[in-house]
């Protein structure tokens, strides 16, 4: 079963629709989120709400744990990263950069708890 202990969520102003349990990034517009979509963006957070339209305010957890979408299989304690739409793949790439850590398994399409801790795998 997942969970959410939401630490911290700010409110942010959404570039676009977001769905909640996405991972997000800072936009080039002030007090905007975007999508992530891959492990070079600068992942802030994970949506709390959902967004219909740009411009809407949307809560972003920023640390504690959220609740994420898979998109693959995902191993308990594994770092996971942004990928297409905002949903998270496990990583062990040196240099990517990561949302947090798998609190509990997932397969692809599930909904699962991430402990939110954003950071960069190390180099070599």
């Not at 959220?66 to 739409?85: E, F, L, P, S, W």
């Given at each position: 079963?997942?969970?959410?202990?939401?630490?911290?969520?700010?409110?942010?102003?959404?570039?676009?629709?977001?769905?909640?349990?996405?991972?997000?990034?800072?936009?080039?517009?002030?007090?905007?989120?975007?999508?992530?979509?891959?492990?070079?963006?600068?992942?802030?957070?994970?949506?709390?709400?959902?967004?219909?339209?740009?411009?809407?305010?949307?809560?972003?957890?920023?640390?504690?744990?959220?609740?994420?979408?898979?998109?693959?299989?995902?191993?308990?304690?594994?770092?996971?990263?942004?990928?297409?739409?905002?949903?998270?793949?496990a990583t062990t790439t040196a240099a990517d950069r990561y949302i947090g850590i798998?609190?509990?398994?997932?397969?692809?399409?599930?909904?699962?708890?991430?402990?939110?801790?954003?950071?960069?795998?190390?180099?070599?």
């Amino acid at each position: 079963m997942s969970q959410q202990r939401p630490g911290q969520c700010l409110t942010f102003l959404s570039a676009a629709a977001l769905d909640a349990h996405r991972v997000v990034k800072m936009n080039t517009t002030a007090q905007q989120v975007a999508v992530a979509t891959a492990a070079p963006d600068l992942q802030i957070g994970v949506t709390h709400n959902k967004a219909t339209a740009a411009s809407q305010e949307i809560g972003v957890i920023i640390n504690g744990t959220a609740k994420c979408v898979a998109a693959g299989n995902i191993t308990k304690g594994a770092y996971v990263t942004a990928t297409t739409g905002g949903a998270v793949i496990a990583t062990t790439t040196a240099a990517d950069r990561y949302i947090g850590i798998a609190a509990q398994g997932a397969a692809s399409g599930d909904v699962f708890e991430v402990m939110i801790m954003p950071g960069v795998l190390p180099d070599g």
